[in-house]
Structure formats: structure tokens, C-alpha cells
């Protein structure tokens, strides 16, 4: 099924936390078990998103970015943050020939290693604004450039002239840090289609819960980080604080991400329970509406 | 054959320049055949040094180093330099639960990314001083800590108790940068074994060279980045000021590295030719003494 036949799909492509799963080094049950089986694994905490007819990546964590998107399969990437598990895989991209490809994240001046420094083909020159609700066509998508030798790659369907929306919302987190709020319209319906991806965070800002709880949002994708803790931890959820903002918002279904370890070491207790509408992601797993 | 049965065995595991081969999105020659087979490839430069039953890593750019060198199995690291494409896997390294791994490099106080804020089990705490030349055993390798659960790996041969000698030699290039003389007594031998690894640099620092040149060096290791060109450029040799470097030292071999597509390309040519004792590294390949 292409993305055409959908209003939206998107593909977890990474679902743990910075330490990745099995963490280095770490022999409990989850690590071990992830070793062997790969299905356990979870990967620097991104997605894929088809919509509209074109394809973005959220975060670029994904070491091997030049391998899975060769040039002309992107057209740009949504940037939550500029910490390295997610944005690791710039660090190649940036060296490519390969015709401008969009950045769009908050405004860190401070980034992620040297990458404003030597951006190459990235374009980071419109990070969005808390709150700013850009409309997204793939019709300023940068054509080739005319380099010595053709860039490989295909251009995207020549019917990407789709819309969608997509929302900054501020999330509370140890650097400039957006969630996006994903408008898209289905084929065969009246309504939109609202996906809200909020990671990094631990809990909402105040403003960003209350532009969320306006919103009839049909999935949640957000962070969960650890298991349930006394008290709130800093910068990422526990199951705790993310369940309390799924209650919140109220969305049609919950998935949870940037999963650590020990929060998979505690759900593979025989009394742990999600509630209902409320389930793990994994990778390679998608959804489509 | 064992590590044991040599005095000194040096694995490229990678001999690209920062874009590495195929780079993203290139389709010249090079690059297109490098893409159809993976045996001329050229992933970030970096080796693996095993010597006097001790295993080090020089360089640690490789993004799967989790996945290749399980805890237990490198003795420590030998850091060139911080820029990304040489200390990208620390980049997952660092959230091991795993003992202290030595990270021994220049005193660069920016480092790269926020390694040094989050080092986890890697220990920068003993940087190289200029032309500083270091006993190295293994005998202080950490042991595991106390972990919850106990790391995974094997830990090195027990006989692991000989000694090599690393001497830092600076480079210029554009950040703190060193090679390293590494000496080895073979076990079949009066005289050490010497080998000179330098990269990343445009010619040598006077005083480095003549540092070198006192040497007898049976195998020097050194960038040459890019084809010949009219003037020096910066940061990294052309093969011209390689070959000029090489033949000022006179060691017993020459081997290329961190080389970009356009040397391969220039080298394809009919007319091109590398004097004796000269070749190009290749990812995989390895030389023992």
C-alpha cells in the first residue's frame, strides 16, 4: 500500500531512549532478550511520515540515514531537538552532493556538534516558532543541483502537490525542544486527521497543554522514558507523568516511545498493566489513518 | 591466527574521509560501484590495533561499535582527534553500563558533542600530551563494576600482560590533533616493531617531522584525502604532500588513508601509479608484523 492511498502513515523507525535497547553493555532480561531478537530492539527515538504525498522524517538519530533515504526519497525533516540521539544521523547526510534538503526544528543556536558550522545540502534557515502552524507543500522541495554527476535517486510521485499542517508545540525538556501537532486531511472523509509526536518531554508546559487540549487528536505519540518514579524525573517522562498527559488529552489512542529499559524490564511484570488506548510502540511498527 | 602469534596486528576498519564512500547521494564511478559492492566501501576512518594481547581502537567514528566490540573486548581507545566522523560511536558508547573505558586523545577542551557532560563509562581523564610517549598495559584496564546485572563479554586472555609504547606526535590539522608512533617488540625478535599512524593532517609540523625521521618506521599509515592539487589544501594532505611526507621518512611501507571518492577516482585512472612500497588501505583489510 503506498502513501497515497492513506491520509497519513507513520513508521516508528526508533522507539527507544538515548541509550538505545540492549543498552551497551547491560545483561538484564530486556538487553539480553533484544540481543537475540532483533524485534526487541529499540533504535534512536524517530519516525517516518507519509502524508500529503510526501515523506518526513521526525528526528534523525538513525546513524544510517544514507542507506535507508537515498536522495530525492525525503522531502525534509521535522527536527524535535538537537541532542545527539536525535540528530546523529546529519553528521553524514551533511557531506552529501545531494540538493538542499530542509531542516525544520527550533531555533538552538547551539545545534548539535559542528553541523550549522559544515551544513552541507542541510537547509536549518526556517526553524519553526513555538506555537507556528506551517502549512507543508513539497512544492518548494529544491530540484537537483547541477553537479558534476547526477544525484542517485528518484524524485518523489509527480502528484506530491498535498498540503498538510504541522504545529511547534513547546515541550519541557533540557533544550529547545518541539513536539509537532500533524493536520492532514484523509482522502475519504470531512474531518482531519490529528497526530500529536511529543518528545522529548517530561510532562507539557502549561501553554502546550492547554493548545493540545483543544484539539481532537486522533493518536498521541509521547514520551516514556522510565517507569513509574516517587517523584517526577527530569527531562524525559515516567510511565507516570505520560500517562497523566494521555488522561489529559484524551486522544484516540496512545502510543508510547523513547522507551528505556528498565520501563520494558517493568512492563514484562505480571501485574503491569496499560490502560486502555494505551500501548508500546516498536519498531518498524506503523499506523496509518 | 591469533593476536597472540604476532607482534603487532592493525585492522582498518575504516578508511574514508568524513563523506565516506559512496557519499550520500554521488553517483561518479567511484561512488556508483562502492554503492553495488560493499568490498570498496570506505566507512570512517578508524582501526583497530592489537598488540602485546591488548586491543585498542584508534579512532572511534564507526557508528556500531556497541554492536562490534562488546564490553570486554577493547582494551581502550586511541583518539586522533573530536571531530564527528572520528568519535561518532562514543556517541552510544558513553550511555553503557559497562567499567571505565580509557579514552586517551589530545586535551581538546571542546571535545565532541556533549561527551564530555555525559562521558558515562568513558574516561577522557588521562588526554596525551605533545610527543608524551606512554607505557601502555593492560594491567590497569578496569574490571566490572558492580553492576546490578553482570556486563556481558568475555574478558581479554589472561596473559594479557604485555606492553607496547604510544607516543602522541601533533599534527596539523584543524583542531587538536595527534598521530601515534606505536613500538612493539615482536615475539620472534631483537628489534621493535614501528608503526606510524597519522591522520588527520596536511604535511607534518616541523617539529613532529623531525621527531619522525629519527625513527625507523616499518609502517606509516597517513592521509591522503584528496588527488593532487595545484596548492596544499587545508586540513588534510593531497596525495602530493602524502607521497612528499612518505618519501621524507622513508619507512619500510606506505599505506593511504581516510581517503575521499575523488582520490579513488584520480587513482583510476590508466596513467595513475603509486610508487613502490606505497598502496591504498582498504576498509577490512589488516597488516601483522
Given at each position: ?30 538487553c539480553a532478550r533484544a540481543r537475540q531478537e532483533t524485534a526487541y530492539r529499540r533504535g534512536p ?58 531542516v525544520y526544528g527550533p531555533d538552538d543556536p547551539a545545534g548539535f556538534a559542528d553541523l550549522y ?160 488506548g494505551v500501548a508500546c510502540a516498536k519498531d518498524g511498527a506503523y499506523v496509518e489513518f
Amino acid at each position: 500500500m503506498s502513501a497515497h492511498d492513506t491520509a497519513l502513515r507513520l513508521t516508528f523507525l526508533g522507539t527507544g531512549n538515548a541509550a538505545q535497547t540492549p543498552v551497551y553493555g547491560c545483561a538484564c532480561p530486556v538487553c539480553a532478550r533484544a540481543r537475540q531478537e532483533t524485534a526487541y530492539r529499540r533504535g534512536p527515538c524517530s519516525a517516518l511520515l507519509e502524508i500529503a504525498g510526501q515523506r518526513w522524517l521526525i528526528d534523525s538519530g538513525l546513524p544510517d540515514l544514507a542507506e535507508r533515504f537515498p536522495v530525492g526519497s525525503l522531502t525534509g525533516i521535522l527536527q524535535t531537538h538537537y541532542h545527539a540521539d536525535h540528530a546523529e544521523g546529519l553528521l553524514r547526510l551533511r557531506w552529501g552532493l545531494a540538493p538542499p534538503l530542509p531542516v525544520y526544528g527550533p531555533d538552538d543556536p547551539a545545534g548539535f556538534a559542528d553541523l550549522y558550522r559544515h551544513p552541507g545540502p542541510l537547509d536549518f534557515s526556517r526553524p519553526f516558532t513555538a506555537f507556528e502552524r506551517r502549512r507543508m507543500t513539497s512544492a518548494n522541495r529544491a530540484r537537483p543541483m547541477g553537479e558534476e554527476y547526477p544525484v542517485e535517486g528518484e524524485p518523489l510521485a509527480s502528484d506530491d502537490t498535498g498540503v498538510f499542517y504541522v504545529t511547534a508545540i513547546p515541550l519541557a525538556h533540557s533544550r529547545p525542544c518541539f513536539g509537532y501537532l500533524i493536520e492532514a486531511a484523509p482522502a475519504d472523509s470531512a474531518r482531519n486527521v490529528r497526530l500529536a509526536y511529543l518528545t522529548d518531554t517530561v510532562g507539557l508546559p502549561p501553554e502546550s497543554e492547554t493548545y493540545l487540549k483543544r484539539q481532537r487528536i486522533d493518536l498521541l505519540v509521547l514520551d516514556a522514558t522510565f517507569p513509574p518514579q516517587p517523584s517526577a524525573p527530569r527531562n524525559h517522562n515516567d510511565l507516570t507523568r505520560a500517562l497523566q498527559t494521555a488522561a489529559v488529552l484524551a486522544p484516540g489512542k496512545t502510543l508510547l516511545t523513547h522507551i528505556g529499559h528498565t520501563l520494558d524490564a517493568w512492563l514484562s511484570s505480571p501485574d503491569a498493566q496499560l490502560p486502555p488506548g494505551v500501548a508500546c510502540a516498536k519498531d518498524g511498527a506503523y499506523v496509518e489513518f
